[in-house]
Structure formats: C-alpha cells, structure tokens
C-alpha cells in the first residue's frame, strides 16, 4: 500500500534492513556525506520508523524533525506578491485573498501543538500563526445546504477535504507562519493549511483554493486508502497519542 509519506517515490530504490543497518554502520562516512545521509535518512528510513524494533532510527539526524514531502516531487514557488488565497464555490462572496491581506485584514490566531504524521513521526511543540479558516469563510458567507471544503494545492495534484463542523474549529488555520517565521516554500509556503488535531496529510501544502461544496469529496491520501477523519489516535488504526 502507498503511503503518505512519498514513500512511493523512494519505490525503486526500497533497501531491506539489513542493507539500512549496514548503512548506519558507515559513521565516518555519515560526516562526510553528511547532507546525503540526511537525505537518506528522510527518503528511507523515515518510513521505518513507525515500525523500528530496534528504535535506533530516533538516534538519527531527522528523527523529531520534520520530513519533507511533496506528492509531486518538487515544490511548486509562489512569491509572497505572487500569492493568491481563493475562496468560491456555495458562497455569497467569493473572495481572492492576498499575502497581505490576510496577514493584516483577518484576525490572527497562534496554535501550539505536536505534528504528527501518519508513517510515524512526531515533532513536539511546533508554533503556528495564521488565520482560522472559519474566519475566512464568514468573511465568504458560507450558502445553505453547504457540506464541507474541498481544499486544492498549487502543486496542481494534492488536494483535501473537511466538514464544515472540522473547519470551523479554532484550530484549523490558513497559516502563514511554522516555527516562528514564514512557512518556507520547502514546508508549503507562503501558505498553507494546517489542521491541529488531524494526521499532518491534512495539513495540505501550497494552498491555492477552498471550495465551499455540497457533498465531500476524497482528498489525496484519502483515494489511496487513508481516512477522512484523520484524528490522531482514532484513526487509520494508530493509537498515537492525540495532539
Ligand atoms: N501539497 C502537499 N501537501 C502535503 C503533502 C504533500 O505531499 N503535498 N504531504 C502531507 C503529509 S503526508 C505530511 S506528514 C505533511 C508534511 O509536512 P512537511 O512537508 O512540511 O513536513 O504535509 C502534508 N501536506
Ligand atoms: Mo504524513
């Protein structure tokens, strides 16, 4: 099974374990090449973690860090002048938010919680700033018989979906900022979601567009077998504790 993680990508180079425990062996070596052990490890072996009998992953650089993924296997570059935030579908008024506007025109909440990913790894205490996607959409007017978001990447591929009830809540925001500055292009900046209490394949990147829809549709992840209601610790059959 796929999963979210990009570990689709690192398909044609899968190792067995022996073949990673060798390499981590290699020591010395790590110093040397050390930007490609990095990258060794987010690509490979951070996949493992969440099923690591020996738990020497966590002893990694990487470990309680967070990995970068991209569906596409790049990331998509918006400029902060550049960047639109459309908001349209069952609404009375679709909107086209700048950078700006939504650093100075929408109230600006901060949210403090851990980051947990699906495949396993967590990164503790991780600081947000941005704007409550319920802000948003009352500024829109959200229609009657409105069911939920359909939520759209720039990256042209990844999407997301919520309830209405999942965004309004205080903890789902537009963010603009991750980890006490602007998110960076890398983590799916100038803006991105991000969606507290749920797997961080919620937290969808370079967003482009909100759709107010009648009906939910599946998200990325969710085509290929993750849940809709991703709740971390009552979903996808993890008992991660929640965030
Ligand atoms: N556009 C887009 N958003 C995405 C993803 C992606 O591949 N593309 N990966 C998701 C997953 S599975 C996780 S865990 C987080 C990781 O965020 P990071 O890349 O900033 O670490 O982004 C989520 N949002
Ligand atoms: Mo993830």
Redesign the pocket.
């Known amino acids: 099974m796929t999963r979210?993680?990009?570990a689709e990508d690192a398909a044609g180079r899968r190792i067995g374990r022996r073949t990673v425990l060798g390499a981590l062996g290699l020591g010395a070596a790590g110093v040397v090449f050390g930007s490609r052990i990095s990258s060794f490890v987010d690509d490979v072996l951070a996949p493992l973690t969440d099923h690591d009998p020996t738990g020497i992953t966590s002893y990694l650089p990487g470990a309680g860090r967070?990995?970068?993924?991209?569906?596409v296997g790049s990331e998509p570059r918006r400029t902060n002048a550049d960047y639109r935030l459309r908001v349209d579908g069952l609404v009375d008024h679709p909107l086209t938010l700048t950078w700006h506007q939504l650093r100075t025109e929408l109230p600006q909440t901060a949210v403090t919680r851990d980051f947990q990913?699906?495949t396993g790894w967590r990164v503790a205490d991780v600081h947000w700033r941005g704007v409550k996607v319920r802000d948003v959409l009352d500024r829109a007017g959200v229609k009657q018989g409105a069911g939920g978001l359909r939520i759209y990447?720039f990256?042209g591929a990844?999407t997301e979906s919520l309830t209405m009830a999942q965004a309004r809540r205080d903890d789902v925001l537009v963010a603009h900022e991750m980890l006490g500055k602007p998110v960076t292009r890398?983590?799916?900046g100038p803006v991105r979601l991000y969606v507290a209490p749920m797997?961080?394949?919620k937290?969808?990147?370079?967003l482009d567009r909100i759709e107010v829809v009648d009906h939910l549709d599946q998200g990325y992840?969710e085509e290929r077998g993750y849940d809709v209601d991703a709740w971390v610790g009552r979903s996808n059959g993890r008992g991660d504790k929640p965030t």
């Open positions: 979210p993680d990009g967070f990995r970068i993924y991209s569906v990913c699906v990447s990256d990844y890398a983590h799916g797997y961080g394949y937290s969808l990147k370079w992840w």
